[in-house]
C-alpha cells in the first residue's frame, strides 16, 4: 500500500534553517566580515535556545500549513502520531456527506490536547434537497442555527469559522444561492464566521466558457466577509497524496483568495489524477506516512494559510 509521501520533520526542519541562516549571514556580511559574522550568529543561536532561535526565524513562517480532513474521526491512539505531520484537522459539526452518523462528536478537547488546529465543517444541503416545495432560505436560516448550537456544545468560541460543505460543483442555481446566503447571514449574526467549502476547479458551460464555482458564489454574496475552502485535486495544480512540511499555498489551486485548498482525496478521482496517480495507493486511496504507524486511514490532504484555519482564517 502506497502512503502519502515527503512527510517533514523536525530535523529536516531544523537543517533547512540551518542551510537558510547561512546564507543569510553570508549575503549580509560579505566575503570578508563571513567568518567573523558566521561565528557570532552561530554563538547567539546556540546559546539563546528555542526561544532565540524561534525569535531569529521568524520571518521563515511557512507559506502555507498542512493539515487533513476525514468523514472518520481516526481514533484517540492515532492523534499523537498524526500530528507529527499535520498542523490541523477537518472537524465535523454534523453527519458527513455519506455518513448516517458523526464520529467526531465530543472530541474537540482531545484533538486540542494532542495540539492540533482546526477546519470546522457543516455538511450543508444538496440542490435536489432545496427544489420546491423546500424553501431554501428557510433551510439556510435552520441549518445555521444548527451549525452554531453545535458549534457552541463543542466549546469553539465566537468569531470561529464554520464552513459549509458544498459539494456540487459549476455555477450556482438560485435555490443554492438562496441557502448559501441565509446561511452565510444568520451564521454571521450569531458571532461566528462564515466560509463556504466548494470547488475551486473550472467548470464547462454551454459556448466553451467556464464557470468556477467559488467565483460564481463570492460574486453573488458582493462584500459579505466569507472565507473560502476549495478543492481541485487535479494534477497540476496539485502534487497529489504528497505530505510536505511545507506545501503548495492555497493560492497555488488558481483561487487566489482561497484560505485552505483540498488538494487530494480519498477515493482518487482517476479522471482528475492521472498525472498523479503513482502517489496514491493502487486501490485510489491517500493514506498518513507509513512511518506513522497509524493503518490505513483514509485522508483528504488540505493546505492552508494558518495552522489553524477556523481561528487563523482571513475573510474575504
Not at 52 to 74: C, I, K, V
Not at 275 to 290: I, K, L
Amino acid at each position: 500500500m502506497a502512503h502519502c509521501r515527503g512527510r517533514g520533520t523536525a530535523s529536516s526542519v531544523l537543517t533547512q534553517e540551518t542551510m537558510r541562516f547561512a546564507r543569510i549571514v553570508f549575503t549580509a556580511a560579505g566575503m570578508g566580515g563571513f567568518f567573523v559574522a558566521l561565528v557570532a550568529g552561530a554563538a547567539m543561536f546556540l546559546a539563546g535556545g528555542e526561544g532565540a532561535r524561534s525569535g531569529m526565524w521568524a520571518h521563515e513562517t511557512p507559506q502555507a500549513f498542512l493539515g487533513f480532513d476525514s468523514n472518520e474521526y481516526p481514533g484517540d491512539a492515532a492523534l499523537a502520531e498524526l500530528r507529527r505531520t499535520f498542523a490541523f484537522s477537518g472537524y465535523w459539526l454534523n453527519s458527513p456527506p455519506g455518513a448516517k452518523q458523526n464520529t467526531w462528536a465530543g472530541k474537540r478537547e482531545t484533538m486540542l490536547k494532542n495540539g492540533f488546529g482546526f477546519l470546522v465543517l457543516f455538511n450543508g444541503r444538496t440542490e435536489r434537497q432545496l427544489e420546491a416545495p423546500a424553501n431554501p432560505a428557510a433551510l439556510g436560516e435552520g441549518d445555521a442555527e444548527s451549525a452554531v448550537k453545535s458549534a457552541r456544545r463543542e466549546g469553539f468560541p465566537v468569531n470561529t469559522v464554520i464552513f459549509l460543505d458544498q459539494e456540487e460543483g459549476g455555477r450556482m442555481t438560485e435555490v443554492q444561492i438562496a441557502y448559501i446566503s441565509k446561511w452565510v447571514e444568520r451564521v454571521s449574526g450569531a458571532n461566528f464566521r462564515a466560509g463556504i467549502y466548494c470547488s475551486g476547479m473550472p467548470a464547462k458551460e454551454a459556448k466553451g466558457e467556464s464557470v468556477i464555482t467559488a467565483d460564481d458564489i463570492r460574486q453573488h454574496l458582493g462584500s459579505t466577509p466569507v472565507s473560502f475552502f476549495v478543492y481541485d485535486d487535479a494534477c497540476p495544480p496539485s502534487p497529489g497524496c504528497v505530505c510536505r512540511a511545507n506545501p503548495p499555498p492555497p493560492s497555488a489551486s488558481g483561487v487566489a483568495y482561497a484560505d485552505v485548498w483540498q488538494f487530494a482525496q480519498s477515493p482518487r478521482r482517476r479522471n482528475f489524477t492521472r498525472a498523479c496517480s503513482a502517489t496514491y495507493s493502487a486501490d485510489g486511496n491517500c493514506y498518513p506516512p507509513r512511518e506513522e504507524g497509524v493503518g490505513l486511514i483514509l485522508l483528504d490532504l488540505d493546505s492552508a494559510r494558518s495552522s489553524d484555519p477556523s481561528s487563523g482564517g482571513v475573510a474575504h
